[in-house]
């Protein structure tokens, strides 16, 4: 089909994992962009360490320009140095273009045996303040403080964002998970801002639990949570926590929106343990696409990537190592176009 329309996306492919992982949601893409009358053209560009080998900076100028035209990313894993080093260029990016809501449904795909069949939850993570406001200081020899800022503002926005989506989408429940026994005043705040828009919603039911309980609950019955709301450390622990429910990291896509500009991508790292293997999943970063898709209203492509994606899991024949089978990275996104080409033709 000729291409009716073109998407301009800023591309991340990052290190580690991310440049294979990209390659093989790229190749994807074209494919059910070609089937649907959907063009894409990618604006790549290096970051990180890579970027500053290549420019002397690690996030480029021309990077920011481009996000800030195209207003949409699709973003692979950047390493982050543990300890000294740069600042993470994902909580940089998530700064700079305002990305407060960082949004990641945790999924069952069809076909994969995992502990909690049926699972479907969302943790909807504030993205930008909290500890990852980066303000740490030596206060004196043997003695750092770190600020953890929780913002009236922030927490308000955040809440009205979960709420908001509950309600678009008929979930029912709210969890706000908090620390708020211990930090008062702080995860005081976000609860209280959490309560004052839920009057807002009278529809959605409203729970507050405390994290290390949260914990508990979620290993012993993630069902009896719908949608957690949580301040950026918990979510960002969360996240990894409930990803294992369904199959690891691997699979569990994300999405940090901000009012102008969306960056898509997997809730998983750059993976060293495994990079250039060609054994990483990029289901995770398929599935973030995915959402990307949906963002940028083009919803019969979305449902068709989705379709062919759970068609590879169901057949079981081409699955990656991480969920117990033996395909390579290219492998698998073969035949996800392969599975692409068997849906009935597009409208
Ligand atoms: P990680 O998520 O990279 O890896 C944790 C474990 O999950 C590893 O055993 C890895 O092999 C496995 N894994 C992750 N993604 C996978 C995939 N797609 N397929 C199969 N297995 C997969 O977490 P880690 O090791 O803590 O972090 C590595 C680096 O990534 C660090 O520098 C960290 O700062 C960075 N990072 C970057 C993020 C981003 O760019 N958004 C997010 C999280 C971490």
Not at 12 to 19: A, C, K, M, S, Y
Not at 51 to 76: C, H, N
Request: glycine share 8%.
């Amino acid at each position: 089909m000729t291409a009716r329309r073109t998407h301009t996306v800023t591309l991340i492919p990052g290190d580690g994992i991310g440049p294979e992982v990209t390659k093989a949601v790229v190749e994807v893409l074209e494919a059910a962009g070609r089937q649907t009358g959907v063009a894409f053209a990618w604006h790549s560009f290096a970051a990180g360490a890579e970027a500053f080998a290549q420019s002397g900076s690690y996030i480029p100028r021309e990077l920011y320009d481009s996000i800030a035209s195209t207003r949409v990313a699709l973003k692979g894993p950047v390493t982050t140095p543990v300890g000294g080093g740069f600042a993470s260029i994902n909580v940089t990016l998530r700064k700079e273009f305002e990305l407060y809501a960082n949004f990641r449904p945790v999924k069952n795909l069809p076909g994969l045996a995992t502990r909690y069949p049926g699972l479907d939850l969302i943790i909807v993570r504030e993205n930008m303040e909290d500890l990852y406001a980066g303000l740490e200081h030596v206060v004196v020899p043997g003695v750092v403080q770190a600020l953890k800022i929780i913002t009236e503002k922030g927490s308000t926005r955040i809440a009205r964002f979960a709420f908001n989506y509950a309600r678009k989408h008929g979930r029912k429940k709210v969890h706000a998970i908090h620390k708020a026994n211990i930090m008062k005043l702080s995860d005081g705040l976000f609860l209280s801002c959490c309560r004052k828009v839920h009057e807002e919603f009278p529809e959605v039911a409203y729970h507050e639990h405390i994290v290390d309980n949260t914990c508990m609950q979620l290993v012993m019955n993630p069902y009896q949570y719908d949608i957690l709301l949580t301040e950026n450390l918990y979510g960002d622990i969360l996240s990894d926590l409930c990803s294992a429910f369904v199959g690891g990291l691997g699979l569990v896509p994300g999405a940090n929106l901000g009012d102008a500009c969306a960056i898509f991508e997997a809730v998983h790292g750059s993976a060293p343990d495994i990079a250039g293997k060609n054994l990483a999943n990029p289901t995770a970063l398929l599935q973030s696409a995915v959402l990307m898709l949906r963002h940028l209203d083009e919803s019969e492509m979305a449902d068709r990537v989705q379709a062919a994606l759970e068609a590879v899991y169901t057949d079981g024949r081409h699955l990656t190592g991480d969920v117990g089978g033996r395909a390579g990275t290219q492998e698998f996104a073969d035949a996800v176009v392969a599975a692409l080409e068997a849906l009935p033709a597009a409208s």
